[in-house]
C-alpha cells in the first residue's frame, strides 16, 4: 500500500520567490493536512482540506496557501519567501484515525 | 505556558530497558491523543493512537492517558537500538484534527545504547 507521497524531497529558493510543493495522500484518504517542522517551534499546523474545502487553517500569514484536487491530491504555496521560512513541510492524510504523514519537503531559503 | 510540554532529552537507556516518555498538556478539550517516532530525515510515523482515558497496548508498546491529571505516557518495552529516534506525542479535540489540527510537543530523543 502506498503511503502519502511529498515532492520535491528537496528545494533551495531565494528569498521573495514563490514555491509549490505537491502531496498525494493514501488512496481513500480525502483529509489532507500541511504542517510546518522547524527545530525551535517544532510541528505547526499549516492547513487541511478535505474534499476539496478548506476545513481548517492554522495561524499563519497569508502568503501560505493551498489546494486540493478531485483526486484528493494537495498542493500548498508559499509566495515571497522569506528566511523564516526555511523548514521541513509535512503532508499528512487521514481517514479518520490519526494522521499518516510523508516524508516532507525540506525548503532551504537563502 | 505553552498547550504541551515534552523533556526533550535527550533520553539515554541501555538495550532492553523498559523506557517511559511522557507529556503533559493544559487544554482539557484534548480528547485524541497519538504518538509518533520520527527518524532523521522522516516524517512521523504514527505509532498509537488512544481515545479518552486509559491504557492502550501493541506489542511493545503501552499508551497511558490520565486526563484528571493532563498527562499522557508512552512505554517501550525490551528496547532495541532501532527504537532510537525522536517521538512525538499530538492530541487535538476531534478525531479529524479539528480546528487548529493537532497540537504536537517537541518531541523528545530517545537514544538506545547496544
Known amino acids: 500500500k502506498a503511503g502519502v507521497t511529498q515532492t520535491p524531497r528537496y528545494l533551495i529558493k531565494t528569498r521573495g520567490q514563490q514555491v509549490t510543493l505537491s502531496c498525494s495522500p493514501i488512496?481513500?484518504?480525502?483529509?489532507v493536512s500541511w504542517y510546518q517542522q522547524t527545530p525551535g517551534q517544532g510541528l505547526q499546523f499549516l492547513f487541511e482540506y478535505f474534499s476539496e474545502t478548506q476545513r481548517n487553517k492554522g495561524n499563519f500569514p497569508g502568503r501560505f496557501s493551498g489546494r486540493q484536487f478531485s483526486n484528493s491530491r494537495s498542493e500548498m504555496n508559499v509566495s515571497t519567501l522569506e528566511l523564516g521560512d526555511s523548514a521541513l513541510y509535512l503532508c499528512?492524510?487521514?481517514?479518520?484515525?490519526?494522521?499518516?504523514f510523508g516524508s516532507g519537503t525540506r525548503l532551504t531559503v537563502v | 505556558q505553552k498547550e504541551v510540554e515534552q523533556d526533550p532529552g535527550p533520553l539515554s537507556v541501555p538495550e532492553g530497558a523498559i523506557v517511559s516518555l511522557n507529556c503533559t498538556y493544559s487544554n482539557s478539550a484534548f480528547q485524541y491523543f497519538m504518538w509518533y517516532r520520527q527518524y532523521s530525515r522522516k516524517g512521523p510515523e504514527l505509532l498509537m493512537y488512544t481515545y479518552s482515558s486509559g491504557n492502550k497496548e501493541d506489542g511493545r508498546f503501552t499508551a497511558q492517558v490520565d486526563k484528571s491529571s493532563k498527562y499522557i505516557s508512552l512505554f517501550i518495552r525490551d528496547s532495541q537500538p532501532s527504537d532510537s529516534a525522536t517521538y512525538l506525542c499530538a492530541m487535538s479535540d476531534d478525531s479529524g484534527g479539528g480546528a487548529d489540527g493537532l497540537t504536537f510537543g517537541k518531541g523528545t530523543h530517545l537514544i538506545i545504547q547496544p
Open positions: 499528512a492524510s487521514s481517514r479518520g484515525q490519526g494522521y499518516t
Open positions: 488512496s481513500g484518504h480525502r483529509s
